[in-house]
């Protein structure tokens, strides 16, 4: 069965630099340690897999001051092996306002980025927010899609004050207003978004231009309505994703299989929706 992964990182050194000064928060949130792997590691570890990835570029530094993952390096790690990365999500800063909107042209045009990802909670805004939709409505022009995280994170977690982060910057609710506000903009929601999951699935549900991948989670902690949801009124609507390099490969895969989803139902989560809403 083909896989594609709609959410994998880097996990590369320019991958970790981009989180400073989070990577020590996520090496014990994720009891492990938080290291940067050689880019023939990481291509290795997916085509033993038989995992076909989309990058995912980040960018945080208004909030940080660390230097991005950005859109011309997940270009050319994608290019560079076109079998293993068959598309990059790009990132931009919402907080850089103008800028942000020529950072997305240069992206799609020049880049080829299938789309952009963002993550409100570490980037400090809401999607929601009216201040950055001239952005939404350039990003919605060049006719690519977004994927938004909800849902708390790794990322400050255990801290004190979170290490200045907000959860509900990633709640479903924004989700919904954006989508409402922009019908024809493709809207895919990473993660589950616990502890939204029910609100996440309401969204999903209600909102047509709105999509989910399951990043981020062992696929044994999804909650009961959800497993069934996946197999259900959500069957069109989910995508499989890994975030790696959160968690080990062979692990989730496995996992999944223990769902015991039918051939059908897992061909459309692991490849058939993203085939058909992306074109990949």
């Known amino acids: 069965m083909r ?25 014990e949130y994720w009891n492990k340690p938080w290291e940067p792997r050689a880019e023939e590691e990481v291509v290795a570890d997916l085509d033993k897999h038989g995992i076909e990835a989309v990058l995912v570029a980040f960018d945080i530094e208004t909030v940080t001051g660390a230097p991005p993952c950005g859109n011309d390096y997940v270009a050319a790690l994608r290019d560079r092996h076109p ?17 942000a909107i020529a950072d997305a042209e240069t992206a799609v045009r020049e880049h080829g980025v299938l789309g952009f990802h963002f993550h409100p909670i570490m980037g400090r805004y809401a999607v929601d927010d009216r201040q950055l939709y001239p952005l939404f409505e350039a990003i919605t022009a060049l006719g690519v899609p977004v994927m938004i995280d909800v849902g708390t994170t790794g990322m400050g977690a255990g801290m004190p004050g979170g290490m200045g982060a907000r959860i509900r910057h990633a709640h479903p609710r924004a989700v919904d207003e954006l989508a409402a506000d922009f019908p024809e903009l493709t809207i895919i929601a990473a993660h589950p978004g616990w502890p939204w999951i029910e609100e996440m699935t309401a969204v999903a549900l209600h909102k047509g231009n ?26 069109d609507k989910v995508m499989f994703g890994t975030d790696h390099p959160s968690l080990p490969f062979e692990r989730i895969l496995r996992e999944w299989d223990e769902l015991d989803y039918t051939e059908a139902v897992m061909h459309q989560v692991f490849h058939g929706n993203a085939e058909r809403l992306l074109g990949l």
């Open 3 to 27: 896989r594609i992964d709609l959410h994998c990182y880097p996990g590369t050194a320019e991958w970790i630099a981009s989180q400073q000064p989070f990577p020590a928060a996520l090496a």
């Open 210 to 235: 709105v999509y989910w991948e399951m990043s981020g989670w062992a696929p044994k902690h999804f909650p009961q309505q959800l497993r069934t949801d996946i197999r259900a009124r959500l069957r």
């Open 83 to 99: 079998d293993t990365f068959i598309g990059a999500w790009g990132a931009v800063d919402p907080l850089r306002g103008e800028q």
